[in-house]
């Protein structure tokens, strides 16, 4: 957030709108607790007391209306896929995506093998943050989320009222790309 | 009292649902009046990808058809690819002791796991989220020593044709030891948080009694089997690996819950597990007593970790084979057909959630809505294991 200016009375900061916004997002992202396989229970263990996600700011919510972060955690299948995609409309935006695991990413070990499975969420949501891992470690977890929230940060509430959030924060970062995607 | 009746989908995203069951829920009130499950969300074609495969590269499959019991999956695969080369004396494989005794060892502390977060998971659907908490720090340990062993917290791929993938890592034992006295202490714990708590019995006592015979008509397995009063086990009935030599007790559903309580009700499938955890701390302190020390070769018959398969999976017997275990969720059976090739022809998995998954439809009518959480929970559903 933005500098505190000697000359001013204790407690007085000075500070954009949307610094100040971006820094209450940054520290409170709801996650939808939204787990489809084998990294659930990562995601599980990540909420469990040794790694303690709560400490971040981040609590599960169970209805997407409540959350501001979808954590894919798990194989998407083909049968799932319009169920991914309603529930991230009807989260409120700004909204992010973390796709976690190589399911999630790409189909990862059912991606040329299987005939049921979805090859990466991304042909359905946009994704913001991508975990290599099957799964991904607790700690992966936590610092795709880090990462996310640098991005958090530069979101800038007032100035993009109008745009569609997702696509422009992917333009001016290489997070929201993916290497053999078009 | 009959009105107007309501239809509620729950699911395919529930955070009670274990996964991405889907059910439509035909309601009168606050009593269910007919389910329909929907499954296959999470239907991934693992049967089907078994017949692209070779016979070793399925063995990381295997982990994710119930990843909450990696290694369990993995024992009851790899033995049933074992029972195929068996058939023919060319390619009969002799299996380590050493080897056996890891599996069970690792089999039973993943059972342990996993039951704790099927007893975990049942009290947050009722509504306490704390148990689940105490369930998932002491899994930490299991995931920890699952670590060092394999490099793995989840999904191990550490079960091979012919052994395991490595031997037990140094100070493993005095590891496992201090692991299953700390788990002791916390069961205690965990059994006056939760077990004896009023409102968590009163929530389960007579709640969706399945009896005895039902419990078989349907073709439940497992602690849903043993909760109904049956003490069928195939550790003990049918026993493979070293279970033989294990004297394997097994804990049924005796009414617990008290006045209230009946055999089959949710609690008994809920106490079945917990005694369940401690019948396995029982089990791998016997297999640490009768473990053989290491071997220099790796496949020494009594001390060795693996037997060397390559050359028996190039080319392993025609035939058909039927493997059945005893999994966490109950029966966990392999049926493989092989024509001789280096890919099996057909791989069958067969396991316990589905047909607990398929009794959902009888159970549920008639109860109260919000109990149908609680009887997912007694279930202990896992999705993979259902749609695979």
Request: net charge negative; glycine share 22%.
């Given at each position: 957030m933005g500098g505190t200016d000697p000359?001013?009375?204790?407690?007085v900061h000075l500070t954009a709108v949307d610094d100040l916004f971006a820094w209450g997002k940054e520290h409170s992202l709801f996650y939808l607790l939204f787990a489809t396989a084998c990294c659930g229970i990562e995601l599980m263990q990540t909420g469990g007391p040794r790694y303690d996600v709560d400490r971040l700011g981040m609590i599960p919510r169970a209805t997407p209306r409540q959350a501001d972060l979808m954590i894919i955690a798990g194989t998407i299948t083909h049968k799932m896929a319009s169920r991914v995609r309603t529930l991230w409309e009807q989260m409120t935006e700004p909204r992010w995506v973390v796709s976690m695991g190589a399911c999630a990413n790409s189909g990862g070990p059912f991606s040329k093998a299987s005939y049921s499975v979805l090859n990466g969420v991304d042909k359905v949501i946009p994704v913001d943050v991508y975990i290599p891992g099957c799964p991904p470690r607790p700690e992966a977890l936590i610092d795709g989320v880090m990462v996310l929230r640098e991005r958090v940060r530069r979101y800038r509430t007032l100035g993009l009222r109008d745009r569609d959030p997702q696509v422009i924060a992917g333009a001016d970062d290489d997070f929201g790309t993916h290497p053999g995607k078009a | 009292m009959s009105g107007e009746r309501m239809i509620l989908n729950m699911g395919p995203?529930?955070?009670?649902?274990?996964?991405?069951l889907r059910l439509e829920v035909e309601t009168d009130g606050e009593v269910v009046a007919a389910v329909r499950p929907d499954i296959g969300y999470l239907h991934r074609s693992i049967e089907k990808i078994g017949e692209r495969v070779e016979w070793a590269q399925f063995v990381p499959y295997t982990d994710r058809v119930d990843y909450v019991c990696a290694m369990n999956a993995n024992h009851a695969y790899v033995l049933a690819v074992e029972a195929l080369l068996a058939h023919d004396p060319a390619t009969r494989l002799a299996i380590p002791r050493r080897a056996e005794a890891i599996r069970v060892l690792v089999a039973e502390l993943n059972r342990i796991s996993s039951h704790l977060i099927a007893v975990g998971a049942m009290a947050m659907d009722i509504g306490a989220y704390t148990p689940f908490l105490h369930a998932i720090a002491q899994r930490e340990a299991v995931n920890d020593l699952f670590e060092r062993l394999c490099g793995q917290r989840l999904t191990y791929n550490y079960m091979t044709v012919g052994g395991v993938a490595f031997d037990l890592h140094a100070g493993a034992e005095e590891q496992i030891a201090a692991f299953l006295g700390e788990l002791e202490r916390e069961m205690v714990r965990f059994n006056r948080l939760v077990t004896a708590n009023a409102i968590f019995r009163e929530r389960c006592a007579g709640v969706a009694v399945v009896g005895a015979a039902e419990a078989v008509a349907w073709g439940l397995s497992g602690p849903n089997l043993r909760g109904s009063g049956v003490a069928m086990d195939l550790r003990r009935d049918a026993p493979y690996g070293i279970y033989g030599e294990l004297d394997v007790q097994v804990p049924v559903g005796e009414a617990y819950a008290g006045a209230r309580g009946r055999v089959g009700d949710c609690y008994d499938r809920y106490v079945v597990r917990l005694l369940e955890i401690l019948e396995s701390v029982r089990l791998i302190r016997a297999v640490l007593g009768l473990l053989p020390p290491p071997a220099a070769k790796a496949d020494d018959p009594v001390g060795g970790f693996q037997a060397d398969a390559t050359k028996a999976l190039r080319a392993p017997p025609a035939g058909e084979v039927r493997v059945r275990t005893e999994a966490p969720r109950g029966e966990m059976a392999y049926i493989l057909v092989s024509t001789?090739?280096?890919?099996?022809?057909r791989v069958r998995v067969r396991t316990g959630s589905f047909t607990a998954c398929a009794m959902l439809g009888h159970l549920l009518p008639g109860v109260f809505l919000a109990d149908v959480v609680a009887i997912i929970g007694s279930l202990d559903i896992v999705l993979p294991e259902v749609d695979r």
């Open positions: 000359d001013l009375p204790d407690g | 995203h529930h955070p009670a649902t274990h996964g991405v001789g090739g280096r890919q099996p022809w």
